[in-house]
């Protein structure tokens, strides 16, 4: 099939499953979450068999990073498809119920975007999160993976397709694309693709964002920040900074720069590096922090680079508000913290810092949709406009008005005369 008819055919399987009762739905989810158990011996392998190859191609560790699926991310992706099941449903909900005049009567009704189009590079458990809240919410999804994950995206969408098969959910409602070219042609499909989500690189983002009519939700990227403040507590500092860089250093939102207050420099600075240079990182600080730690220089290069490694920049300030400054210039509006017990500078902080997500005393790792109790998501969205953070099923959903009267016309709202509205919250 053309991509044309691959979105026409996503698109028509859609529309039966925006009707589906919630039941259905998750009955859905359920059957999918038991395929991948039992065809979990299969996609590790196929998942070992894409990173041997990617390997051998020269990947980047963080790419490699992400690409890796074993046993131990497979069962956290399926425990985050159960929980999707466990959300309430997002559709049909009455967000406003309101009389406009006697016997008129208007609803706003969340209804499903329709299909969703997720380009995505490595990280093949995005797709079992992204298949999950679109069944959830109503949508068809067209997925294409990059090319070092297709055989890890194709035995799962495959095993997929056939745990919805012995379902009410046509199959048809997840598709997979597998070249470069297809990537191309969906772009332009906006006649059959209501949202597209781009889950990857800076220019990989940033070239799906210039190539496309369709609405883009996503990230171009994830810089983060840790701010210690004068009044820290060095003990948490040194823990939150350790688990924000190291625990996952190829996730958007580990912090990337760290800014420290010049009064605590001197004691924080020698005990956080030891901390991070025990666990490998490459510290590089601005000509301060290098008079109190004998590392490499940083550049301005480096205030807007984010290394998804684990390198991390350093640079001392003289207050709040140079943080945040520096923050609001270099960052991306990913996810900000800052480490203080004066809670009169956090909130300084929380208010000011121009982020999706704004911490104090926490780990910018928690900024993840199964974290704050999405069950999965689709991605993380850094843009002004909402959805804003990670995305799950709120992100993935839209509504629209329903007016229910008994003959009423326009016309009878004119002039002198006019009847009146009454505009009343049912």
């Known amino acids: 099939m053309s991509i044309a008819q691959i979105a026409q055919t996503t698109r028509q399987a859609a529309r039966k499953l925006a009707v589906l009762s919630a039941d259905a739905k998750n009955q859905a989810i359920e059957a999918i979450a038991k395929a991948l158990e039992v065809a979990a011996p299969s996609i590790v392998a196929a998942n070992v068999a894409d990173c041997q190859a990617a390997q051998a191609e020269g990947i980047a560790k963080p790419l490699y990073d992400r690409l890796k699926l074993d046993e131990v991310k497979l069962k956290s992706a399926i425990a985050g498809v159960r929980d999707v099941a466990k959300l309430p449903d997002p559709i049909g909900v009455v967000q406003i119920h309101r009389e406009l005049d006697a016997g008129l009567i208007l609803k706003r009704v969340t209804c499903p975007l329709g299909v969703l189009g997720i380009i995505f590079e490595a990280r093949p458990e995005a797709l079992i999160q992204i298949v999950s809240l679109a069944i959830k919410s109503g949508n068809g999804v067209i997925l294409k993976g990059g090319k070092e994950a297709v055989r890890s995206c194709e035995i799962l969408?495959?095993?997929?397709?056939?745990?919805?098969?012995?379902?009410?959910?046509?199959?048809?409602v997840v598709q997979l694309l597998t070249t470069r070219e297809?990537?191309?042609?969906?772009?332009?499909?906006?006649?059959?693709?209501?949202?597209?989500?781009?889950?990857?690189?800076?220019?990989?983002?940033?070239?799906?964002?210039?190539?496309t009519r369709?609405?883009?939700?996503?990230?171009?990227?994830?810089?983060?920040?840790?701010?210690?403040?004068?009044?820290?507590?060095?003990?948490?500092?040194?823990s939150i900074a350790v688990d924000a860089k190291t625990q996952y250093p190829a996730a958007c939102n580990a912090i990337e720069t760290m800014l420290v207050h010049s009064a605590i420099a001197p004691k924080f600075l020698p005990l956080v590096a030891a901390a991070l240079q025990e666990k490998k990182v490459e510290l590089r600080g601005d000509e301060k922090t290098r008079e109190i730690l004998d590392i490499a220089p940083a550049t301005e290069t480096d205030w807007s680079t984010e290394y998804s490694d684990l390198i991390l920049s350093i640079k001392i300030v003289d207050s709040v508000e140079a943080a945040i400054n520096h923050i609001n210039t270099y960052g991306s509006r990913h996810t900000d913290v800052i480490v203080t017990e004066d809670s009169e500078a956090a909130e300084t902080f929380l208010d000011r810092v121009?982020?999706?997500?704004?911490?104090?005393?926490c780990s910018t790792r928690f900024a993840d949709g199964f974290r704050y109790g999405f069950g999965a998501e689709v991605g993380i969205s850094t843009q002004q406009m909402p959805p804003r953070g990670p995305v799950g099923l709120e992100g993935l959903v839209t509504y629209k008005y329903r007016v229910v009267g008994d003959g009423h016309i326009a016309a009878s709202y004119v002039g002198n005369q006019s009847q009146k509205f009454s505009h009343q919250d049912l």
């Open 214 to 238: 369709i609405p883009v939700l996503g990230h171009a990227d994830g810089i983060c920040h840790l701010y210690a403040d004068q009044a820290a507590d060095i003990d948490k500092a040194i």
């Open 157 to 172: 969408t495959k095993v997929i397709q056939q745990a919805l098969a012995e379902t009410v959910v046509n199959p048809q």
């Open 354 to 361: 121009d982020a999706a997500g704004v911490y104090h005393n």
């Open 182 to 211: 297809e990537t191309i042609e969906l772009l332009k499909m906006d006649k059959y693709i209501d949202l597209i989500i781009p889950r990857g690189s800076n220019s990989f983002v940033q070239f799906v964002q210039e190539n």
